[in-house]
């Protein structure tokens, strides 16, 4: 097909089927999500985040011998480089988290010596290292906006508990643990969504694997994609109380504000993953500690489906779940991306195993052709 013609457009290429997957299966029609074969809410009941990261990259849940050497090799890679370290310590306190996790990403890419090598053991290699890394790069982001020391990772700890006892110094209760865990395992992956299409795109020039994780970190920071959860939460403060969701809502609906967290390209009928992260808000606000925090949650929910019909999509609980567990509002993107390194990576091993460039075609509607005019 000629650039000349008149094809169909697919604005945003929805609805486009543009490759196949053997990674996770997003199935509106039964509201489902599988990662290798396996439904989402069977894995956030059963496993730990690590156990998920192993099925995402390696088809197959580990055995023990498998997790403990797969647990193992994560824990000896958290620690990062000195010169990262004073890289970070450098960056602007008023820039945004996700700019440092971009940055960070493109630097341990550049001091890596096998960047260059795409073979899959290599690629596997450097998708654990990230994994490792990511949580340190956050954790020590945050602190160093408070004027705090960074705390070393400790890797007798589990990922999460880690990761907690870097951004606190302690480590929560088991029923936060969890609920973290969940979220992580539910933000792992989701086919070709925008940012994982991104690192696909990268990937299909034959370009390196920080290349494309440093470019799908820039995709997921907007705030139609992995930048909603955040969203949420400035959406939730603007409001401020329960009973002004309605009038809030009158207008917001009035000017055509996107409501941050709700609608989907792919679920109309909700998102597969809501309910088993409503389930953890649930238990976390039983206690009441959200306050009217969650009654304007609840309303704000169930006035986007009584006038609109449209569901909250995953950022939606996740954003308060975040904000309850104390972290700022602007590291909870960040914190998306410690998980869906897992997926990204693997999709840049799917495409780099059966590459095609990625190069779509676009109906050209500028001035017709004409002649450059004598210049003086
Ligand atoms: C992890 C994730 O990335 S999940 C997505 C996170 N993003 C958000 O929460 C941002 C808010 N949501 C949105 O902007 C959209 O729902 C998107 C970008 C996620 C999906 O958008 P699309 O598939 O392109 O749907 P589209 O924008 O065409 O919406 C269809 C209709 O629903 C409306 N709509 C969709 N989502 C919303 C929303 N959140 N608030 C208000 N109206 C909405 C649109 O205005 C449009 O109405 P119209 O037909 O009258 O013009
Ligand atoms: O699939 C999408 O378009 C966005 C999404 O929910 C995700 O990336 O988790």
């Known amino acids: 097909m000629s650039e000349q013609t008149e094809p169909t457009i697919h604005r945003g290429l929805a609805g486009v089927v543009v490759d196949t997957t053997s990674v996770s299966m997003v199935n509106p029609e039964t509201n489902s999500l599988t990662y290798r074969g396996y439904p989402v809410q069977q894995l956030a009941a059963a496993c730990t985040f ?59 890419g550049a001091a890596d010596p096998t960047e260059e090598d795409a073979s899959p053991e290599a690629n596997l290699a450097k998708s654990v290292d990230l994994l490792a890394k990511l949580p ?109 969701v309605s009038g809030w809502l009158d207008e917001a609906l009035a000017t055509k504000r996107k409501i941050m967290g709700f609608g989907h390209r792919v679920y109309k009928n909700g998102d597969s993953r809501v309910p088993t992260m409503q389930a953890e808000l649930d238990k976390i606000t039983a206690d009441g500690r959200a306050g009217d925090l969650r009654a304007t949650y609840d309303a704000l929910g169930a006035e986007m489906l009584a006038r609109k019909s449209i569901h909250p999509n995953l950022d939606y609980p996740s954003g308060l779940v975040y904000h309850l567990m104390g972290f700022e509002t602007a590291v909870f993107t960040p914190i998306f991306v410690m998980s869906r390194i897992t997926g990204w990576t693997a999709h840049v091993m799917e495409q780099l195993a059966g590459n095609a460039l990625i190069r779509p075609l676009s109906s050209y509607v500028g001035p017709a052709e004409r002649a450059v005019p004598p210049r003086s």
């Not at 090799?73 to 820039?95: F, G, H, K, N, Y």
């Not at 290349?211 to 969203?231: D, F």
Request: hydrophobic share 40%; proline share 7%; net charge negative.
């Open 50 to 108: 690590e156990e998920v990261a192993y099925l995402i990259w390696h088809g197959e849940l580990p055995d023990p011998g498998q997790l403990e050497a797969f647990t193992a090799d994560e824990r000896s890679r958290r620690a990062i480089s000195p010169e990262l370290q004073q890289v970070l310590l450098a960056m602007p306190t008023d820039c945004h988290p996700m700019d440092v996790l971009r940055t960070a990403v493109s630097w341990i």
């Open 136 to 244: 340190t790069v956050v954790a020590l982001d945050q602190r160093r906006r408070q004027g705090r020391e960074p705390i070393a990772p400790d890797p007798e700890l589990a990922y999460t508990p880690n990761f907690f006892r870097m951004c606190f110094g302690e480590v929560p209760g088991d029923d936060v643990l969890r609920a973290f865990d969940v979220s992580l395992i539910l933000y792992a992956e989701h086919s070709f969504n925008a940012s994982t299409f991104t690192a696909r795109v990268v990937t299909s020039t034959l370009s390196d694997l920080h290349s494309a994780v440093t470019a799908a970190i820039g995709a997921l920071k907007g705030p139609l994609h992995g930048g909603a959860n955040e969203a949420v939460m400035h959406t939730l403060d603007e409001i401020g109380t329960a009973d002004r």
